[in-house]
C-alpha cells in the first residue's frame, strides 16, 4: 500500500480550512495509523471521500465534520480519497485492521462496501452518507438535502425568465437523482410549465465535462443551473459566468467559489452531526441506524450569496423563507427517494 504523503496531508488541511480552493488531493490510498492528526490515540477516525477535501463541496463538508472530531473530542484523524471498489475496500480494511474505531465513508457508493468488510471487524463502527442497509456495526447518514434543493427549486421557479433551468450532476447515483428530484419539484409547485434539463457527466471530478453539459444546456435556454458535480462544479460555474446566468451551489456555500455567478447555495452543515455520531461510538453507545436529518436540526439550510441578493425580488425572497417554515413545522413534506 501508498503510504500518505505528510506534506500533502498537511498542505490539504490548510487548504480545507481556509475554504477550500480547486485543486489540492489527498494521497490515493493511506498506511491508516501513520501521519495522523490529533493526540487521543485511544480514539482514531477515518474517512473516505469520493473527491479531493478541498472541492467546495460534498467532500469537503465531510472534512470539516473530520476536522470537528477532531477539536471537539481530541480524536486522531486521517482521510483519503477512495473511488473504486477496490480503492474503497482496500481502504476500509486497512483502516480497519489498524484498530480505528470509526470510519465514514461519505457517500452512498460506500455503504454495500461497509457491509462486507464490517463483520470481519466487529469492534469497528462503519458509517457511510446516504444508504439504506445497517448491521450491528453499520449505520448511514442521511442528510435531507432534498428539503433545500426544493426551496432552490423555488427561487429558480420565480425568478427563470426563459422558462428554462437545468441540472447538471456528476456519477449518477440515487442519492443525487433524490436532490433533483426535489430541485424539479420546488421549480413545478411555482411555475408548472417551466422546463427542468437534466443530465450526468459521469464524473464528480471533470470540470471540462461539467462546463460542455452547462454550455449545452444554456443554448437551450436555461438561465439557472443547478449542480452535484463536486469538484466539476467549477465548470458549471465558469459556464454560467461566461453566459452572464445565475447558478445555485450545493453541499457548502460556494458563494466564494463564483462571487458573481452563484446566487444562494443548498447547503449541509455536518459538523454538529458528524461529532455527535462520533460521541456515540466513543462512548460505546452507536447501534447501526439510518439517522435522517434536516432543516429542522438545522443540518440542511440554504444560504444567500449576500453580494447578489439585493437582486432578488422581495417576494421571491418571502416565498423562500415561507417554504422553508413550512418545511420545518411539517406543513410540507418535501418528496425524497428511499434507497
Known amino acids: 500500500m501508498v503510504p500518505t504523503r505528510p506534506i500533502l496531508q498537511v498542505l490539504c488541511l490548510v487548504a480545507s480550512s481556509a475554504v477550500l480552493a480547486f485543486g489540492c488531493q489527498s494521497a490515493d490510498k493511506p498506511t491508516p495509523g501513520k501521519n495522523t492528526a490529533g493526540g487521543d490515540a485511544e480514539f482514531r477516525v477515518a474517512l473516505l471521500t469520493p473527491g479531493p477535501v478541498n472541492d467546495s463541496g460534498w467532500s469537503a463538508i465531510a472534512y470539516d465534520g473530520l476536522l470537528g472530531i477532531q477539536e471537539v473530542l481530541g480524536a486522531r484523524i486521517n482521510n483519503v480519497v477512495a473511488v473504486t471498489p477496490q480503492e474503497i475496500k482496500d481502504n476500509l480494511r486497512s483502516y480497519a485492521q489498524e484498530g480505528f474505531d470509526l470510519i465514514i465513508g461519505h457517500g452512498f457508493e460506500y455503504n454495500q462496501h461497509n457491509m462486507e468488510i464490517a463483520p470481519d471487524f466487529p469492534k469497528t ?29 423555488v427561487v429558480a421557479g420565480r425568478m427563470t425568465k426563459s422558462n428554462v433551468v437545468g441540472m447538471v450532476g456528476g456519477p ?29 457527466t459521469g464524473s464528480g471530478e471533470d470540470v471540462g465535462a461539467a462546463k460542455q453539459q452547462s454550455l449545452a444546456f444554456i443554448d437551450q435556454g436555461a438561465d439557472f ?8 462544479a467549477q465548470g458549471v460555474f465558469e459556464a454560467c459566468k461566461e453566459r452572464g446566468i445565475y447558478a445555485i451551489g450545493t453541499n457548502s456555500d460556494q458563494a466564494s467559489a463564483a462571487p458573481d455567478t452563484v446566487l444562494l447555495s443548498a447547503v449541509i452543515v455536518a459538523r454538529p452531526a458528524f461529532i455527535k455520531l462520533a460521541e456515540d461510538v466513543r462512548n460505546g453507545e452507536y447501534k447501526g441506524e439510518i ?40 406543513e410540507l413534506v418535501v418528496k425524497k427517494r428511499e434507497f
Open 125 to 153: 463502527v462503519f458509517v457511510s452518507s446516504s444508504g439504506s442497509e445497517t448491521a450491528p456495526n453499520v449505520g448511514t447518514f442521511r442528510f435531507y438535502l432534498e428539503q433545500a434543493m426544493y426551496v432552490a427549486g
Open 225 to 232: 443551473l443547478v449542480h452535484q458535480a463536486n469538484a466539476a
Open 172 to 200: 449518477e447515483v440515487p442519492s443525487i437523482d433524490s436532490t433533483f428530484d426535489a430541485f424539479e419539484q420546488g421549480v413545478h409547485a411555482v411555475n408548472p410549465n417551466c422546463k427542468v434539463l437534466r443530465a450526468y
Open 291 to 330: 439517522r435522517l436529518t434536516g432543516l429542522s436540526d438545522g443540518a440542511v439550510d440554504v444560504r444567500w450569496n449576500e453580494t447578489l441578493k439585493a437582486k432578488v425580488p422581495a417576494d421571491v425572497l418571502k416565498a423562500a423563507e415561507e417554504t422553508m417554515e413550512k418545511i420545518r413545522s411539517g
